[in-house]
Every structure is written in structure tokens, then in C-alpha cells.
């Protein structure tokens, strides 16, 4: 059974600061991984979509990383804003019936 | 992209009674999911709602205590029957679509927040 486990469970940062939320899992044998936002009240937004072929994808100032072998992602954000601040989970998909597998997710706080 | 839509987004209920979550979608999926957020736990998948067949659900749920309809392919609805304090949680809904260079990612409403008394 997939086990996604996420550290730090909470993060508060000084705005401008670059930061790295970590994920991990235990079974590599994943079709991809995503990052998601969550919003209070405002469900899921998917951020990064990984293929399990890919080492990694970028989307701004959001860069996640995959190695499969070691059952590890890695979400950077640079120059990290207050508007950052949210739960970030990572979702690792398990194959062909889509299931995705989540993590607890990381409580990001940037303060002004 | 997809756009979804959940109905309520939040509700207070008595013990041993019935909440149905509707969900809509504003294009043609073909899967569509509901998941259940425990306070401080990760979401977790209830089931999987293909139209025009029944529901597959998870290790841990049951077709009579989570009914699901999904009547065409834009439309789904959960029901949480008989509940209980432990059943106070946030439900979403979700769809798997496809993007242009044939990944798919999945798509996720905004929650319906159950609180049961």
C-alpha cells in the first residue's frame, strides 16, 4: 500500500525567502506526482505535474523535483510571498486506475 | 481545464440523518471521484464514479453508508447516510482530464465542509 508522507507539517518563513518542502513515498512504481495548493474554501489547485519519467517541472517560481529510485520530491518556491501561504500536499498517482495517494500536507506561512 | 462546482459548500447536521453532495462539472468527463479530509489527516479516496456503471469504492467505504449517483458526464452525487460525529469532514469531488501532450491531471471542487452534531 502507498504511504506519502510530507515534512515539515508546518513552515512559517520571512517573505523573500526561498523554501523547500519535501515528500516522500514508498513505492516507486508511481505514474506521476503532483503538487497541490489548498486554500481554505477553495478545494485543490494543482501547481506541478510530474510524469514518472520526468525529473522535474517548473512553473514560475515553483520548481518540483522526482527521483523515483529514492521515493522523494522536492517543491522549491523562490522568493516566497505572503500570498504563498497555504497547504501544499503532494499526490503521487498509482497507475492506471488514477488513484492518487496524498500526503498530510505542509502549512506554509510567509509573514510580511 | 475544468471548472467544478459543489453544492452545499458547507452544512451542519444531526446524527442519523442523510447529506447529499452534488457535484457538476462544466465539461464531458468520463471519471469522477470523491474523496473525504479528515480534520488533520489527508484526503483519502472514497470511490470512483464512471457513468453508467456502479461506483468503485475503497477499502474502508461502503455503497450504503456513501451512495453514489452519476447519472451522465458532467454530474455526480455523494450521500452520506446515517451519520455520525466521525463522519464531519470536508468532501470533494474531483475529475480526471486529460491535457494537450497526453498527460492527465486531476481536477478538484472547492468542498462541501460537513459538520455532524
Known amino acids: 500500500k502507498q504511504e506519502v508522507t510530507q515534512i515539515p507539517a508546518a513552515l512559517s518563513v520571512p517573505e523573500g525567502e526561498n523554501l523547500v518542502l519535501n515528500c516522500s513515498f514508498t513505492?516507486?512504481?508511481?505514474?506521476?506526482l503532483q503538487w497541490f495548493r489548498q486554500d481554505p474554501g477553495k478545494g485543490l489547485t494543482s501547481l506541478l505535474l510530474?510524469?514518472?519519467?520526468?525529473r522535474e517541472q517548473t512553473s514560475g517560481r515553483l520548481n518540483a523535483s522526482l527521483d523515483k529510485s529514492s521515493g522523494r520530491s522536492t517543491l522549491y518556491i523562490a522568493a516566497s510571498q505572503p500570498g504563498d501561504s497555504a497547504t501544499y500536499l503532494c499526490?503521487?498517482?498509482?497507475?492506471?486506475?488514477?488513484?492518487?495517494?496524498f500526503g498530510k500536507g505542509t502549512l506554509l506561512t510567509v509573514n510580511p | 481545464s475544468a471548472v467544478i462546482s459543489q453544492k452545499p459548500s458547507r452544512d451542519i447536521c444531526q446524527r442519523g440523518t442523510s447529506l447529499t453532495i452534488q457535484c457538476q462539472v462544466d465539461?464531458?468527463?468520463?471519471?469522477m471521484f470523491w474523496y473525504r479530509q479528515q480534520p488533520g489527516q489527508s484526503l483519502t479516496l472514497i470511490a470512483t464514479?464512471?457513468?453508467?456503471?456502479?461506483?468503485?469504492?475503497e477499502s474502508g467505504f461502503v455503497i450504503d453508508k456513501f451512495p453514489i449517483s452519476r447519472p451522465n458526464l458532467t454530474f455526480s452525487t455523494l450521500t452520506v447516510s446515517n451519520m455520525s460525529p466521525e463522519d464531519s469532514s470536508i468532501y470533494l469531488c474531483?475529475?480526471?482530464?486529460?491535457?494537450?501532450?497526453?498527460?492527465?491531471?486531476?481536477?478538484f471542487g472547492p468542498g462541501t465542509r460537513l459538520t455532524v452534531l
Open positions: 510530474i510524469q514518472s519519467s520526468q
Open positions: 465539461s464531458q468527463v468520463t471519471m
Open positions: 499526490a503521487v498517482g498509482g497507475g492506471s486506475n488514477y488513484k492518487l495517494t
Open positions: 464514479a464512471n457513468q453508467g456503471s456502479e461506483a468503485t469504492y
Open positions: 513505492d516507486s512504481a508511481i505514474y506521476n
Open positions: 474531483s475529475v480526471d482530464f486529460w491535457l494537450a501532450g497526453g498527460s492527465d491531471t486531476q481536477y
